[in-house]
């Protein structure tokens, strides 16, 4: 995935938390918002595409590496009334999960953040 559709993809995906953490059926949060309905769900669609694409790219053996060289502890820290289980900072982008979120969605993230490197 090239840069431009990463940005694409985490302005997507900051769009649908706001709208599942506003609490708003699709429809009130569009209104609200300014968003047509069809462009929200091609979104929340195309974000879906491109985590099963993601998690269904085999990985080639040249870049079969452990996972305690993948991953990295990272300090967090957490606002009182923040219900994200999972915040990833890169930069000025902030990328926040729920705890209830998908496989998918984890490894889509997880792909994307390591291809930005």
Do not use: H
């Not at 929200?40 to 790219?57: F, I």
């Not at 870049?63 to 957490?78: D, K, M, T, Y």
């Amino acid at each position: 995935m090239n840069e431009v559709m990463q940005i694409r993809a985490a302005s997507w995906a900051a769009m649908i938390k706001q709208r599942n953490d506003s609490g708003l059926t699709i429809r009130e949060w569009c209104a609200a918002n300014g968003i047509q309905e069809s462009v929200y769900y091609y979104r929340l669609n195309r974000l879906r595409k491109m985590a099963l694409d993601v998690e269904e790219t085999p990985v080639p053996a040249s870049q079969n590496i452990s996972v305690s060289e993948r991953f990295a502890q990272l300090p967090v820290s957490s606002a009182p009334d923040s219900t994200a289980a999972i915040r990833i900072r890169r930069g000025d982008t902030v990328v926040e999960v729920s705890s209830d979120a998908p496989e998918r969605l984890l490894s889509f993230l997880k792909e994307v953040m390591f291809r930005a490197v």
